[in-house]
C-alpha cells in the first residue's frame, strides 16, 4: 500500500520504505562516515513495532522538528516527504532488499543495528523501476 500522509497509514506494526525528495545536496553522518548527498529522491526502508505502530512512526518522520535520534531524521528535517510504501506486518530488510537494484548513497546508513543490509537507505534515480507491487501500489494512488 502506497500512502501519501501518515494519517492513512494503519496504526498495526510493520515496515515503510519512506520516499524522499532532496532539492539540494545534504551534508549527512552516518557513524564514522560523513558526506554529501546529492539532490534527488530517495527511499529510506524502516520498521514500526512501537505502540501506534506505522502510523505513529510515519508521523514522526513526516514532521520537521524533532530532536535528531536516527540517521534518517537527517534527511526527514531538510527533505520532502513524497509518502511511503507501507507493509503491515513487513520486514525492513526485505523492503531493502526488494530495492537491491537501486544504488547506495551512503553504507550504513539507518543499518547500523542490521546485520543483512548494507544500508537502509538507496538513491532513487528519476525513472527508475521500483518493484512491480509497488509500482502497483503507486499507480493506484495516483503517485507520481
Ligand atoms: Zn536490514
Redesign the pocket.
Known sequence: MFIASAADAPATPGAYALALRLDAPLAVWAGKWEGLLAAGDYLY?GSARGPGGLRARLARHMRPQKRAHWHVDQLTAVASLLGAFVEEQGD??AL?AALDDLPIPVAGFG?SD?R??AT?LRFWPEGAALPSRWENARKAARFT
Do not use: I, Y
Open positions: 526502508c525492513e530488510c531493502n543499518s542490521c543483512r543490509c537502509h
